[in-house]
T-cell receptor, first 111, second 112 residues
Framework: DQQVKQNSPSLSVQEGRISILNCDYT??????FLWYKKYPAEGPTFLIS?????DKNEDGRFTVFLNKSAKHLSLHIVPSQPGDSAVYFC??????????FGTGTRLTIIP | DAGVIQSPRHEVTEMGQEVTLRCKPI?????LFWYRQTMMRGLELLIY????????DSGMPEDRFSAKMPNASFSTLKIQPSEPRDSAVYFC??????????FGSGTRLTVV
């Protein structure tokens, strides 16, 4: 049972445009959500997070939006840069329990 | 801070052999996680420890898999006997709290 779903395995975006990565979850107990970024041959690294008491969190070019009623979150990257090409994992955690990851979306930024 | 250190980076072994993956977490972190990355399931949690005690091993696929954490600075994940379907990248991660994990560079395991 995949509690965190990333339905787009890949996404290509022109440099300078906005990249939007989507994530859906099923467990209503999740109260903290994170995005991790992974380059080839490296481990995932933390990118940005959001608590369930908020609906938006922004950090530079990265913004995460949370829609609790729809159990949906999204990561916006604007403007997209070639260095943003990576696999992005959505993750969620209920309280202080274990983190559950999605299957990832491979983002390719086209110069 | 050296980060989470995993060894080996690559492992190629024959089916039926024992494989041991090693992890050194970040000093001071009290939780350690073992993940497996596959195309089909993404990052799959195998087991995690808190203060060296296994808390949840429900993700360990079979009895062929075992993990230990004898002290705060070292953990192993062992597969015995290994099978071709175990081929994947195995990540170790450590943290102070559940959300913010710091990952190692992973061990790419190939079982032929």
């Amino acid at each position: 049972d995949q509690q965190v779903k990333q339905n787009s395995p890949s996404l290509s975006v022109q440099e300078g445009r906005i990249s939007i990565l989507n994530c859906d979850y099923t467990n209503s107990m999740f109260d903290y959500f994170l995005w991790y970024k992974k380059y080839p041959a490296e481990g995932p690294t933390f990118l940005i997070s959001i608590s369930s008491i908020k609906d938006k969190n922004e950090d530079g070019r990265f913004t995460v939006f949370l829609n609790k009623s729809a159990k949906h979150l999204s990561l916006h990257i604007v403007p997209s840069q070639p260095g943003d090409s990576a696999v992005y994992f959505c993750a969620a955690v209920p309280g202080n329990e274990k983190l559950t990851f999605g299957t990832g979306t491979r983002l390719t930024i086209i110069p | 801070d050296a980060g989470v250190i995993q060894s080996p980076r690559h492992e190629v072994t024959e089916m039926g052999q024992e494989v041991t993956l090693r992890c050194k977490p970040i000093s001071g972190h009290n939780s350690l996680f073992w993940y497996r990355q596959t195309m089909m399931r993404g990052l799959e949690l195998l087991i995690y420890f808190n203060n060296n005690v296994p808390i949840d091993d429900s993700g360990m696929p079979e009895d062929r898999f075992s993990a230990k954490m004898p002290n705060a600075s070292f953990s192993t994940l062992k597969i015995q006997p290994s099978e071709p379907r175990d081929s994947a990248v195995y990540f170790c991660a450590s943290s102070l709290f559940a959300g913010l994990l710091f990952f190692g560079s992973g061990t790419r395991l190939t079982v032929v």
